[in-house]
């Protein structure tokens, strides 16, 4: 005897079970996902604790212009905080990860010729710093040569030239300038 009704299709119970069987599945490939991303992120996360800086010469690290330019360097430079220093010394500072290193005091290096080709930074001030630019791997480093004393400025690639040019900002408002060369020569720095 038919009486016209439509035969029932599969349980309720079974189509619920089916539901959630499909959400958790789908439920536990989300949360490895996000579990994977969060160990990735983890292992790659910058490492801003205390950094190791390989020490230089830099007779002029503890002298009168380094130690009125230190004080005055940002907490935060070009978005990279700033750096505690293991057995830093007095002339040194640091940011971000990978680090853009600051030496102030250094000696001459090899490099610095009367003839160099040289980069300037001007600010908004318009006062301008001279640097000395070299590359050496996945980095530059900038040597400031047109102030009583020489800083270098090492920065990773991937940082840009925004914490030189924040740099030059500073070094131009705090130290005299002076020419590079004299009789055709290097001035060498004023390390007192």
Do not use: H, K
């Not at 500072?93 to 010729?113: H, K, N, V, Y």
């Not at 800083?151 to 740099?167: E, F, N």
Request: glycine share 10%.
């Amino acid at each position: 005897m038919t009486d016209g009704a439509a035969r029932p299709g599969p349980s309720r119970l079974i189509v619920t079970l089916v539901v959630v069987a499909i959400a958790l599945t789908l439920g536990a490939i989300v949360t490895g996902f996000v579990i994977a991303a969060r160990l990735s992120s983890d292992a790659t996360a910058p490492q801003t604790g205390p950094l190791a800086v390989p020490a230089a010469p830099a007779p002029g690290e503890s002298g009168r212009y380094c130690s009125q330019l230190m004080p005055l360097l940002p907490d935060d430079l070009g978005g990279f905080p700033r750096r505690a220093l293991i057995a830093g010394t007095p002339g040194q500072a640091a940011w971000g990860d990978p680090a853009i290193i600051l030496r102030c005091g250094l000696s001459d290096p090899a490099e610095l010729t009367c003839a160099a080709p040289l980069t300037r930074f001007t600010g908004a001030d318009g006062t301008s710093v001279e640097w000395l630019r070299t590359a050496s791997g996945d980095s530059v480093t900038y040597l400031a040569v047109d102030r009583p004393v020489r800083i270098a400025v090492t920065v990773p690639d991937s940082a840009g030239i925004g914490p030189v040019q924040q740099l030059s900002d500073l070094i131009g408002a705090t130290l005299p300038a002076r020419r590079m060369c004299s009789a055709g020569g290097v001035v060498p720095p004023d390390n007192s």
